[in-house]
């Protein structure tokens, strides 16, 4: 069974940090490329930042020098750094999975952020 759960979620004050993972589980962790999508409400869902397969990393020009992404594949976890967050951040956050190979992708079930002071 394929699972990709997020956390690190919550509240934060505008300027703050916060950093997300997302733990995946049932798949081959390191064959997929790995995203992190947003959706604030009453918006289409939109990429945030990006990592390769080889750790090659993209950025939406909205969060670049914000945010940071990475991963470690013997823990099956991307992560998401988030800093100096603004309250236009604000969205229910989603992570995207693809196998390089097999063209399958899987998402997460999201984690809130909210950021208001």
């Known amino acids: 069974q394929v699972q990709l759960v997020e956390s690190g979620g919550g509240l934060v004050q505008p300027g703050g940090s916060l950093r997300l993972s997302c733990a995946a589980s049932g798949i081959i962790f390191s064959r997929n490329d790995l995203t992190w999508y947003r959706q604030a409400p009453g918006k289409q869902r939109e990429p945030v930042a990006a990592i390769s397969r080889g750790g090659s990393t993209n950025y939406a020009d909205s969060v670049r020098g914000r945010f940071t992404i990475s991963r470690d594949n013997a823990k099956s976890t991307v992560y998401l750094q988030m800093n100096s967050l603004k309250p236009e951040d604000t969205a229910v956050y989603y992570c995207?999975?693809?196998?390089?190979?097999?063209?399958?992708?899987?998402w997460g079930q999201g984690t809130q952020v909210t950021v208001s002071s």
């Open positions: 995207y999975a693809r196998d390089y190979y097999t063209g399958i992708v899987y």
